[in-house]
């Protein structure tokens, strides 16, 4: 690879990592990038990927809306989701017939795992006609028994287009809660929480005001109500770095999965980045190493049953034609 790209990668990264985790990691880096080319790959990324795979491998990065898009877009022959089950999942509905990896299939989430199509049977039996929305952090099974997906930039959007008084939105009810706030629809909610997001506390914003007067807080809406309230603005991971691209803080604390600050900081040389720090397990387990692996071999491809496969795309492509 040129040594041009080499010193690009580093720059962004060289704050991140130390010389040793450079050393293993650049022979990674270039066989990864020698393998997409062989197999026609591209590499998709979430926000709260490590800064290797995020600067160093993925050609296209963003949050769980713009991943959807740009998967739909893809002309390569092979994708591979850097980020947890139910991307890859979304990404595979948008793409039946490009193969579709997941470097680790153990990369789940504690929203996808805290409903089932099971329980939205049930909740349709218990509010017969009202619309379903489920938060794309869900099962391909979950999506195919749902009217229509969203994720957390455009959750708001798609409530209001079921033209309906009453919704059924499952299974986050924090971004339930973020829901209610912004729009007059009432919402039916369900008991699923982010364990990553559920750990910040109003007493870690308040600390953090009280240290640094003049700081920005900036949550995610998985965050807890109380936590959102104490924020100054409250978006998709991708919204908090467009807000923070609007906004230039001279401070920022983003309250969200702590790895993103590592990802944008050097995008943004003028803002300190200051804040209590939660990690994604899941996220965590895609590794440099897994992503060669699954690339050399074509492994972890992801496979959706035919019976669910029609109705899940049904509902994520009703999304994005909702969606602004
Ligand atoms: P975004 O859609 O905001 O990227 O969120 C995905 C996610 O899993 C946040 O925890
Ligand atoms: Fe799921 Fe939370 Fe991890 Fe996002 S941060 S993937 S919602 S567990």
């Known amino acids: 690879m040129a040594l041009s790209k080499k010193s690009e990668i580093f720059e962004r990264v060289r704050q991140l990592v130390t010389e040793p985790e450079w050393a293993l990691a650049w022979p990674l880096i270039e066989e990864i990038h020698e393998l997409k080319t062989q197999q026609n790959a591209v590499i998709l990324a979430h926000n709260y990927q490590h800064p290797l795979i995020f600067h160093g491998v993925s050609d296209l990065r963003g949050d769980s809306l713009s991943l959807a898009r740009q998967a739909a877009v893809s002309d390569a022959e092979v994708i591979v989701l850097c980020g947890v089950h139910f991307m890859a999942e979304t990404a595979k509905l948008l793409n039946p017939e490009r193969t579709v990896l997941l470097p680790d299939h153990d990369a789940g989430c504690s929203l996808a795992d805290a409903i089932t199509a099971d329980d939205i049977a049930m909740l349709r039996r218990q509010y017969p006609d009202v619309p379903v929305v489920t938060y794309v952090n869900t099962s391909a099974a979950v999506k195919a028994a749902s009217d229509v997906c969203c994720t957390s930039s455009n959750a708001v959007a798609v409530v209001e287009a079921m033209g309906s008084d009453q919704v059924i939105f499952v299974p986050d ?75 230039r803080p001279e401070k920022v604390a983003m309250i969200t999965e702590c790895t993103m600050s590592d990802n944008v900081a050097s995008r943004f040389p003028e803002t300190r980045f200051i804040q209590p720090c939660s990690l994604c397990p899941y996220m965590r387990l895609i590794t440099l190493e897994g992503v060669r692996d699954s690339l050399r071999e074509l492994s972890g491809a992801i496979e959706i049953d035919d019976d669910i496969i029609g109705d899940a795309r049904r509902a994520v492509t009703r999304m994005l034609e909702f969606s602004p």
């Open 173 to 247: 009810r924090h971004l339930a809660k973020f829901v209610t706030q912004n729009t007059d629809v009432e919402i039916l909610t369900w008991d699923g929480g982010c364990i990553v997001h559920e750990e910040f506390r109003t007493a870690d914003i308040d600390a953090l005001r009280a240290d640094y007067p003049d700081i920005d807080v900036i949550a995610h809406p998985e965050c807890t109500g109380d936590v959102q309230d104490s924020a100054d603005a409250v978006g998709s991971t991708s919204q908090l770095i467009d807000w923070i691209a609007e906004n």
